[in-house]
């Protein structure tokens, strides 16, 4: 039955940022489905509640049930109530869960809170799956930083547009739709103030439908942002992370619906480096509840985010042409031994229409 919980869970891929995405099936003595259920939007009700409500619905009684969780019940008074109290009031016999939650006001005490009212209690089954669902969950409350995703789009050789800029389109409709679905599960959208110039781009999800459109940051040192860019949108939070002060932009972008935070680099000899810092810049995602980033960038920006060691993961689509000189995917370097090469492991490749998706993990990035 954690299948079918780990289904549900998958349900909330879109939905429930920044709370984790969770399944919940409770089911009878039998092994009878009496109810199911995932976590919905922030503020709404938690699986387990979704999966007691849709038994009552259905006219079954829990008394005596086993609940199937892809995530140690919550013990905590947040925007809703502590499920293991729901569960104990329904009258659950035992609950399964596949991971403990990494939460601090949880971690175990969900568990003990059940246990203590005589529920008997089991966990690990599909802890693997439940923790790659919420990576970023997970990143953020062990390590305090979001999952950092960077997607590319880039020629077999490596390069991500002409050297005179033009980028649109390296890859197919059918990758492009792909990437927005990359981009729906994420908490944020990240790029800089480069792409911004140059492409004046959105950033939104258009090609999928999506329940709710990711916040967008911004990296833009010297608050170089055009008051009139395509990237404010109505009802979507936007922050812009700048290094120096720039009290009259600050104003103006604020006055767009922006949030502009000061957070200057340093130079190893202590003196100002003149660019954001990029590990104050997560950590301050984490603060605002970012499990997952989505990197859109140009070379610049993302060879600044792989030399700070930042980025977890990469989504590279590969069309099948060859560009020559141009752009390229990261400017970091120049490497003195190949030692120094970031290694990857490769978790996929897919073919997206014409294109290759290939899904590479940095060594070691998800060892927390």
Known sequence: MIGTALDQARKALLVSAPNPRVGCVLTSPAGNILGQGHTQRTGGPHAEIMALRDAAERGHSVQGATAYVTLE?????GRTGPCCDALIAAGIHKVVASIADPNPLVAGQGFARLRAAGIEVEFGPGAAESRE?????????????PWVRMKIAASLDGKTALDNGQSQWITSEPARRDGHAWRARA????????????????????LIETPRQPHLVMVDSRLDTPLDAHLFIAGRPLYIYCAAQNN?????LEARGATVVLLP????????????????MLRDLAVREVNEVHVEAGERLNGALMAAGLVDELVVYLGPKLIGQGRGMADFGPLTDLAHAVPLTFKSAEM???????????????DF
Request: proline residues 7%.
């Open 73 to 77: 019940p919550c013990s905590h008074h």
């Open 133 to 145: 669902l919420n990576i970023g969950f997970f990143s953020r409350m062990v390590r305090k930083t």
């Open 187 to 206: 908490c944020a959208v990240l790029t800089g103030i480069g792409t911004v110039r140059s492409d004046n781009p959105r950033l939104d999800v258009r």
């Open 248 to 252: 009259a932009k600050k104003a103006a």
């Open 265 to 280: 680099g340093m130079n190893p000899d202590g003196s100002p480096s003149g660019q954001v810092d990029l590990m104050a």
């Open 352 to 366: 997206m229409g014409p294109d290759l998706r290939i899904v590479a993990r940095v060594a070691g990035r998800d």
